[in-house]
């Protein structure tokens, strides 16, 4: 259903030191870097046919976060959930919202994670037993 998916930033450098990390994690490599023909500069990260961008803005304002949005990561296992929450929080990001564990929900037990990147965007590391 999606292509991409891209986040702004306002330190790609702050950014680049956190995504490497994280996404290392999911088994994703180091994000490359381009410049766009204006001048914004942005990372991309390539994980199993996924591809996750973060970007100086476009319009050259300042990047803010979405109230209500968030990113969601697919993850292996409970352990790799923890791992990305704590690898996270270890680069800059904040927890936030209940601590890493399994939650109730409608279609069983997930294991969920949620953070804010250094810019303050919202991301959720998420594991989902086979039922």
């Given at each position: 259903?999606?292509?991409?998916?891209?986040?702004?930033?306002?330190?790609?450098?702050?950014?680049?030191?956190?995504?490497?990390?994280?996404?290392?994690?999911?088994?994703?490599?180091?994000?490359?870097?381009?410049?766009?023909?204006?001048?914004?500069?942005?990372?991309?990260?390539?994980?199993?046919?996924?591809?996750?961008?973060?970007?100086?803005?476009?319009?050259?304002q300042p990047a803010?976060?979405?109230?209500?949005?968030?990113?969601?990561?697919?993850?292996?296992?409970?352990?790799?959930?923890?791992?990305?929450?704590?690898?996270a929080v270890a680069?800059?990001?904040?927890?936030?919202?209940?601590?890493?564990?399994?939650?109730?929900?409608?279609?069983?037990?997930?294991?969920?994670?949620?953070?804010?990147?250094?810019?303050?965007?919202?991301?959720?590391?998420?594991?989902?037993?086979?039922?």
């Open positions: 259903m999606f292509s991409h998916v891209m986040l702004g930033t306002n330190d790609i450098e702050q950014s680049k030191r956190f995504y490497d990390a994280v996404l290392h994690v999911l088994g994703a490599g180091p994000g490359f870097e381009n410049t766009n023909k204006t001048g914004q500069r942005r990372l991309f990260y390539r994980h199993e046919g996924a591809s996750f961008g973060v970007s100086e803005p476009i319009d050259g803010t976060v979405g109230n209500g949005g968030t990113v969601g990561f697919k993850c292996n296992s409970p352990e790799q959930v923890r791992e990305f929450h704590d690898v680069h800059g990001g904040t927890s936030i919202e209940e601590p890493p564990g399994p939650r109730s929900g409608p279609t069983g037990v997930l294991h969920l994670a949620y953070v804010r990147d250094p810019d303050g965007n919202k991301l959720c590391a998420l594991f989902r037993p086979k039922a």
